[in-house]
């Protein structure tokens, strides 16, 4: 840069040394002579002021030593995408020699080439490229308006975050060229959005996924800019201190995932305003500090018109310390998959399997939950657990095992909504399972189990105790040698009497008899 600079470099983003800023100001600062830049750091402990020199405010800065004055030739202004192209995935040829082979590298791969064949070979090595990886390479504009279609017209997939990207305007002109763009990642680019709606001539056409990561758009500015976006899938606007201030409309209908991470202004009443995204599938909320939800529409038992389409949420890192959030989440019609970890409620005394338990049997329709499947097996051990737990209370609530009799209060209902269908289900707790457990006595760990064998005739049926904390594994290796039968070929399951008719296969050997649920009376089935 010399030093001719004009007024048309303020908001432009630069790099110095390797650290990004936003220049602010282009002058002459007294008394030293010559044209200094005013820059912004991105990291204010780079800086050395807030944009004021010996009493006077040459520009303006959010933190109080976010500022420096820099030479213009210290700065880096960037490159037009498709110089950060060829300078990413080809190697220049050197002079040509008597026709000789020049080497010429397209990404990772050598490419020989003989004299000018060496340029059309680049050329047409380019034009195939569909995924490009541009990050921190100091990218600032789209370049001369047309080169991008006509050297890399087949790009597909574009990273580019943590570049010197400072407008929308300049990402258009980039993805004007770009007709077949699916994946658009900006991250990390401290973009200026526009004010008024683009015109619909810049517009996305194929993008399905576009990161906008610490970009420091509003909410606004993404409804201004959606109707751009005609098929977009995936959205992410993680950590961009974002407030959702009002109901998309028109916009935002074929999104799937939307990631609103890491924007602590975000509260339960907002996101009421996004709630009937028809498509929405998957919805990130970790780190936005929420500790409740409610939805209005729905009383106890009943599921909500809201969210109808999501099937996985995602609430790490947050505030959430009440039972009731986690029944609230009961409602929504079509949830799957839940993450809940880093939680006051999760990170609690009752210690994590309880508290994975509880979740389970407080939420019917769950498949998933911490990113583990919940089988089956798991999720009957759970819902018989949480059934007895909270057995007690539901006696002195009103619950009785006559379902004449069986009106348990609101206060209850409120506190465990599931509770009455887990008793259609399981049948109501009896009296002998609410008894308070002493689990520090041998003798009450013990289970009573008797043992069949469907396969031999000649076997009589056995009573034997065994430790409800005993592992599949050891009953085999007990088994095995009462029976002098190789464990490999032992198969066990088991029967209630609570569920005639079902037979529960054994089929983890790390897990225990506590685990399956396993209960005193219950008939053990073992088979070789």
């Not at 040509?96 to 050329?123: A, M, W």
């Not at 201190?241 to 609103?260: F, H, M, W, Y």
Request: include cysteine.
């Amino acid at each position: 840069m010399n030093d001719t600079l004009t007024l048309d470099v303020i908001g432009r983003r630069v790099e110095v040394n390797g650290e990004h800023a936003t220049v602010r100001f282009s002058g002459v600062v007294p008394p030293v002579a010559g044209l200094w830049l005013g820059v912004e750091w991105d990291n204010p402990a780079r800086g050395k002021h807030d944009g004021s020199h010996e009493g006077i405010v040459y520009f303006k800065c959010r933190h109080p030593t976010g500022g420096s004055f820099v030479r213009p030739n210290k700065v880096n202004f960037g490159v037009d995408f498709l110089t950060a192209v060829n300078n990413r995935y080809v190697l220049e040829d050197g002079p040509e020699e008597d026709g000789k082979e020049q080497p010429v590298t397209i990404g990772n791969k050598p490419v020989e080439t003989i004299g000018f064949d060496s340029v059309i070979k680049q050329q047409s090595q380019l034009s195939k490229l569909q995924e490009v990886s541009l990050r921190n390479c100091v990218v600032s504009c789209a370049g001369d308006k047309g080169t991008i279609a006509k050297a890399c017209p087949n790009i597909r997939r574009v990273d580019l975050s943590r570049n010197l990207l400072s407008s929308w305007d300049e990402v258009l002109n980039i993805a004007d060229q770009l007709k077949h763009l699916e994946v658009l990642n900006l991250s990390e680019n401290k973009l200026h959005f526009p004010s008024v709606s683009p015109s619909l001539a810049g517009t996305f056409p194929a993008l399905k996924v576009l990161v906008l990561n610490r970009t420091g758009i509003t909410w606004a500015e993404v409804l201004r800019c959606a109707p751009g976006w005609p098929v977009l899938e995936e959205l992410y606007l993680k950590s961009n201190d974002i407030s959702i201030s009002e109901r998309p409309a028109d916009v935002l209908q074929t999104v799937k995932l939307l990631d609103l991470s890491s924007n602590p202004l975000i509260d339960e009443n907002q996101l009421f305003l996004i709630a009937y995204l028809p498509r929405l599938e998957q919805l990130i909320l970790s780190d936005v500090g929420i500790s409740s939800i409610h939805f209005p529409d729905a009383g106890t038992g009943c599921k909500t018109a809201m969210f109808p389409s999501l099937q996985y949420l995602v609430v790490n890192d947050n505030q959430i310390s009440q039972w009731s959030f986690i029944n609230e989440l009961d409602k929504l019609q079509s949830l799957r998959a839940l993450s809940c970890v880093r939680n006051p409620l999760t990170e609690g005394g009752s210690g994590p399997q309880t508290t994975r338990q509880f979740i389970i049997a407080k939420i019917g329709q769950l498949k998933t939950l911490n990113k583990c499947e919940i089988l089956p097996e798991e999720r009957r051990g759970a819902e018989l657990d949480y059934r007895k737990a909270f057995g007690n209370e539901w006696k002195k609530a009103g619950g009785h095992q006559d379902p004449d009799k069986n009106r348990p209060n609101e206060e209850f209902l409120a506190a465990h909504p599931r509770y009455q269908s887990l008793c259609l289900k399981y049948g109501a707790p009896e009296d002998g399972e609410l008894k308070t457990r002493q689990p520090f006595l041998l003798k009450n760990q013990l289970l009573t189990l008797k043992i069949k064998y469907p396969n031999q005739v000649d076997q009589k049926v056995t009573e034997k105790q065994l430790l409800g904390s005993m592992t599949i594994q050891k009953v085999k290796g007990l088994l095995s040698r009462l029976l002098k039968v190789p464990v490999s070929e032992l198969v066990l399951s088991y029967e209630s009497p609570k569920m005639p008719g079902r037979e529960i296969e054994l089929e983890n050997d790390q897990q225990s008899l506590q685990f399956y649920s396993v209960e005193n009376g219950d008939y053990l089935l073992v088979r070789w």
